[in-house]
DNA sequence: ATGGTGGAAGGTCCA
């Protein structure tokens, strides 16, 4: 059995308390995290191991961004990775001693405005899937997990309107394209559709700026869990943990849970 | 019809 979760805690200090909970409710073997927004010296290492968590890797960087694997399990091997030219702490990796390539990544927002020619953020985020492809597409692995903030919202219900949400950045056409490239090109399986199929509406992020998020349920399904075919066979659960956005000082992001046989 | 909120920093930038 191997427990992992995924989750965008915009800033690891402040989430101490929820990592917590998290920890003590769902018991995770390995939890990726992205946004930790704190540099090195900055990283609760400590408070970190205390909840059990004795291997930890880190690409992170001062402000911004920064991604954090930690883990029950050790590590035979990490990396870090310079994307699209930038260091910009999005993804990093690890091998996990059960056979597991572990990769954990954060995507680009992306800006406001859905036009390469006048968003250069847009672009940033473009290259960087295509990139991502272009990696995964190198270096093809039987036993590989992908999980983070995907910042796309690629299916018709992964955004409560399709239709309307088309010229928004997260679930325009292009980015939804170069996604779909990525998970083609090592025929990854959707962890989480393969438990919550289409038409259910599926969302992992709502926006800080809508003070009635929970009326009006206007989510995005943004953050993933992908796997490569030789595991996808032996997913025992999936779960949304909907409830860390109804907590105190929350990420606009949610943790989510996924179970496998391995 | 632009703003709404949150976080890191201690300016504004980013989401």
Redesign the pocket.
């Known amino acids: 059995m191997f427990k992992i979760a995924t989750w965008?805690v915009?800033?690891?200090?402040?989430?101490l308390n929820l990592l917590a909970k998290l920890v003590y409710d769902e018991i995770p073997d390995v939890i990726c995290l992205q946004?930790v927004?704190?540099?090195e010296a900055?990283f609760p290492f400590t408070e970190i191991k205390k909840l059990g968590f004795e291997n930890i890797a880190l690409y992170s960087m001062?402000?911004?961004?920064g991604v954090a694997i930690l883990s029950k399990i050790p590590f035979l091997k990490e990396q870090k990775y310079t994307r699209v030219e930038k260091n910009d702490a999005r993804h990093i990796s690890v091998e996990l001693n059960n056979g597991i390539e572990l990769h954990n990544v954060y995507v680009?927002?992306?800006?406001?405005i859905p036009d390469a020619n006048n968003n250069p953020?847009f672009v940033h985020k473009l290259n960087f899937i295509d990139e991502m492809k272009d990696f995964f597409e190198k270096t093809p692995n039987k036993k590989r997990i992908i999980c983070g903030?995907f910042?796309v919202a690629p299916l018709d219900n992964d955004v409560w309107n399709h239709k309307a949400m088309l010229k928004i950045i997260s679930h325009t056409p292009i980015e939804i394209e170069k996604v779909n490239n990525w998970f083609n090109c090592g025929k990854f399986i959707d962890i989480i559709r393969s438990i919550y199929p289409e038409p259910e509406k599926v969302y992992s992020w709502w926006?800080?700026?809508?003070?009635n998020w929970q009326t009006n349920n206007k989510g995005r399904r943004l953050d993933h869990i992908w796997c490569s075919p030789d595991i996808a066979q032996k997913i025992n659960e999936v779960k949304i943990l909907k409830s860390f956005r109804l907590q105190e000082?929350?990420?606009?992001h949610v943790p989510i849970i996924a179970e496998l046989e391995i």
Request: charged share 35%.
């Open positions: 965008n915009n800033s690891i200090r402040i989430r946004e927004k704190a540099k900055d001062p402000g911004y961004n680009p927002a992306g800006g406001d953020s903030d910042n926006s800080y700026r809508n003070p000082r929350p990420s606009d």
